[in-house]
């Protein structure tokens, strides 16, 4: 049996099959925030040194995770348009940008509100907020430069090569905790090394990085659907979509 | 092909000498601002001591921004540019040659007249030549990833604004390592772990950055 991968790289067929993914990813979304947010205020244990200020750990790690990943994604979808020169590849770049771009931030301001009552103080300038920092930089780049070009297939590729260059940032964010020894503790969970947290802090993590992962999905999905409306506005398709036919 | 770049470079440096207001401005700019931050913080001298490194690379990146929009600019409105993408010499060799030239007019500068604005900062003798020889390798970085953006936003509205929004946030690794070599270099460390970096962020950077540059004026001319 032959699946026909390149069915949905047209805008076309991709248009309902997006709406109907947006939809599931929203409802997993939902409910696997719902499951890891019970976890986290109600099942995982008050930690002995940081007290309930801990909790915030369930918004904080997944987001910074969500912010990094997400910017991989959206390189790589970009690096595939430039590669393959196909349209719907530069439009899910563009589309995943605002969510990664909201991680980041969100990673950031919860980052904020737990160094208060833990570190005494609001920012500190470690290597791993500032290359936090240098992401958010990153996505409002990538933003404004493919808001200032008009033509949208130049908008694409010129975003491309600048989320490529920008790559070279992501290994600095998670190298930078070995190279430069400041405030900030070290990765707590790691691959290869057993985690240093109760079992259920971690499970209660893990599931809120699902719940936003299927999140990022359904917001991108749902913004690529405006893209394609508005980029094949000209088309047969999107006219009878626009009379209620499709 | 090495004629050619020669051709290039000598061209390019040519032009600089016949508008030499244009080259001289940056290093005024680059002069002005660092001299502003002792009126900002005071002229208590261990503070700027302590702050001199970091300050003299700030001032650094903000003047190479200034000349970047002008690297390929001046050949894309009078059709040069798209004469170098038809010609025969490898586009990314071309923008290599485009950029040292341009380093020779604005970053070369900056890495002269630091020991002299250090001297203002009351650094330490001999810190002076950690100070430049960081600037001497950290500005071709500079001029190399400006490259990228200056092709990125060639002809665009706004471009300067948006050209220091695309190409700080890659600045800063540079500027990290950079500043950090006096700043190391002074509490006996020894700043050579942060040349060595700054040297091998320099050969990154030349062996990728041209042909991405080249890679974005196609974009950018198509």
Known sequence: ????????????????????????????????????????????????????????????????????????????????GLAFNTRLSGMM???????????????????????????????????RLTSELILLFLYFGFMALQAAIDDPRRADKAGAVLALVGVVNIPIIYFSVKWWNTLHQGASVSLTQAPTMAATMLTGMVVMAFGFWFYSIAAALMRARCIMLERERASEWVADYGRGSA | MLGVLRTMVCRDLLLAMRRRAEVANVLLFF?????????????????????APGVIWVAALLASLLGLGRMFAADYADGTLEQMLLGATPLGMTVAAKVFA????????????????ALQFDLPQELL?????????????????????????????????????LVLPLYVPVL?????????????????????????????AAAFAPW???????????
């Not at chain 1, 980052?111 to 500190?124: A, D, F, I, M, N």
């Not at chain 2, 341009?102 to 900056?110: A, E, Q, R």
């Not at chain 2, 990833?145 to 050209?163: D, N, Q, S």
């Open chain 2, 102 to 117: 341009h380093w020779v007019i604005s970053g070369l500068p900056l890495v002269l007249i630091s020991p002299v604005l």
């Open chain 2, 129 to 165: 030549g950690v100070l430049a020889l960081s600037l001497a390798l950290g500005t071709p970085v500079l001029s190399l990833i400006g490259a990228i953006g200056a092709a990125l936003t060639l002809g665009l509205r706004g471009g300067g604004a948006l050209l220091s929004l």
């Open chain 2, 176 to 204: 990290i390592i950079g500043a950090g070599a006096a700043e190391s270099a002074a509490s006996s460390l020894g700043g050579q772990a942060q040349l060595l970096l700054l040297g091998g962020l320099l050969v990154f």
């Open chain 1, 1 to 80: 049996m032959s699946i026909k991968w390149f069915k949905y790289s047209s805008p076309q067929s991709f248009f309902p099959l997006a709406g109907k993914l947006a939809l599931w990813f929203g409802a997993l979304a939902l409910v696997a925030c719902g499951v890891g947010l019970y976890i986290g205020f109600f099942v995982a244990p008050t930690d002995a040194q940081q007290g309930e200020a801990y909790r915030i750990i369930f918004i904080h790690v997944p987001a910074a995770w969500m912010s990094m990943f997400l910017y991989l994604v959206m390189a790589f979808w970009a690096g595939l």
């Open chain 1, 93 to 127: 770049a563009s589309a995943i940008a605002p969510t990664g771009a909201l991680f980041t931030f969100l990673a950031l301001w919860t980052g904020s509100l737990w160094g208060k009552p833990t570190w005494g103080t609001w920012w500190v300038w470690d290597a």
């Open chain 2, 31 to 51: 002069i002005i601002v660092a001299s502003l931050f002792p009126l900002g913080v005071g002229p208590e001298a261990n503070l700027l001591r302590s702050i």
């Open chain 2, 212 to 222: 991405a540059a080249a890679v974005a004026l196609r974009i950018s001319v198509e």
